[in-house]
């Protein structure tokens, strides 16, 4: 594949009723990109990935926790983390996010 051209992210997923929705948008074997779509209160808890990765909020408001820190995300909010940073994120409304791993 050469190229994939996705008009509008946010319409790539539902937000799920009392849940946590994942669906790939692109893998390959220099990056996994997922677009996560999370109900209001819904958490990832607190994780690891061993490769870098960035996040991307692309509706909704959350509370992310990187490391030792806490932060509010909301639209257009992205973060950027090293292998084995400890992180969590959870929705406090509707949240659309994107997920981008990075392969060496």
């Known amino acids: 594949m050469t190229h994939r051209f996705v008009a509008d992210l946010l319409k790539e997923v539902d937000v799920p009723r009392s849940g946590i929705l994942s669906r790939d948008v692109h893998i390959s074997d220099k990056a996994k990109v997922m677009v996560f779509a999370f109900d209001a209160g819904q958490e990832l808890s607190e994780h690891t990935a061993s490769t870098p990765a960035i996040l991307h909020f692309l509706d909704g408001e959350a509370h992310v926790t990187l490391g030792e820190e806490s932060f509010e995300a909301k639209a257009n ?20 996010m994107l997920l981008t791993l990075l392969r060496s």
């Open 77 to 96: 909010s992205w973060v950027y983390m090293t292998p084995g940073l400890k992180h969590s994120v959870m929705a406090k409304t509707p949240l659309v």
